[in-house]
């Protein structure tokens, strides 16, 4: 997987976890003592992250480092389409994702009828 993927993918992560929070930019750089251009361009995949970074970030918004990182799979993975699906989810807002759940359920049922 190249940087830009991984970058582009955790950034989306982020973005998710502090809106699911309701924090701003700048109260999310406040809390974790960093830049708020610096959070932007993480969110947009524009840097790449140090790991002191990423977390003082997941420190500020109760992201579990492993969580941040879950399920990432490179382009040529078999898993590669769950990870697509995953990051479609994991970017809905969290009350969304037990009915996206259901619906999926509900094709794969129909599916295998």
Partial sequence: ???????VIIGQRLRA????????????????????????????GEKNATIVSIEKLCTALDLPMEELFANIAAPSSPYRSA?????????????EHERIYCIIEDIIKYKNN
């Avoid at 997987?1 to 970058?7: L, R, V, W």
């Avoid at 976890?17 to 947009?44: F, M, N, V």
Wanted: proline share 4%; with cysteine; glycine share 4%.
């Fill in 83 to 95: 990870q697509k699906c995953y990051d479609l989810i994991v970017n809905q807002p969290i009350e």
């Fill in 1 to 7: 997987m190249n940087t830009s993927e991984i970058t």
């Fill in 17 to 44: 976890r502090r809106l699911e929070l309701g924090y701003s930019q700048s109260l999310a750089s406040e809390k974790a003592d960093l830049h708020p251009t610096y959070i932007g361009q993480l969110e947009r």
